[in-house]
């Protein structure tokens, strides 16, 4: 019993890190992939590009 309870305090004070502060898990989009491409190369990070086609 008492070891569940150290587990649950763990991963509910370990869950409050995995944010950065001020962050709150939103994701700035940019719409541009030319502007996104520089922006991610720019900040040394990486890039996901979604695209959809019809055939």
Same mark, same amino acid.
């Given at each position: 019993?008492?070891? !569940? *309870?150290? @587990?649950? &305090?763990?991963? *509910?004070?370990?869950? @409050? +890190?995995?944010?950065?502060?001020? +962050? *709150?898990? !939103? &994701?700035? /989009?940019? %719409?541009?992939? @030319?502007?996104? *491409?520089?922006?991610? %190369?720019?900040?040394? !990070?990486? @890039?996901?590009?979604?695209?959809?086609?019809? /055939?």
């Amino acid at each position: 019993m008492r070891a !569940r *309870l150290l @587990a649950v &305090v763990f991963v *509910l004070v370990g869950g @409050a +890190h995995a944010v950065a502060p001020g +962050h *709150l898990g !939103r &994701v700035d /989009w940019v %719409k541009d992939p @030319a502007a996104g *491409l520089q922006k991610a %190369k720019s900040e040394n !990070r990486a @890039a996901m590009l979604f695209f959809t086609a019809e /055939w």
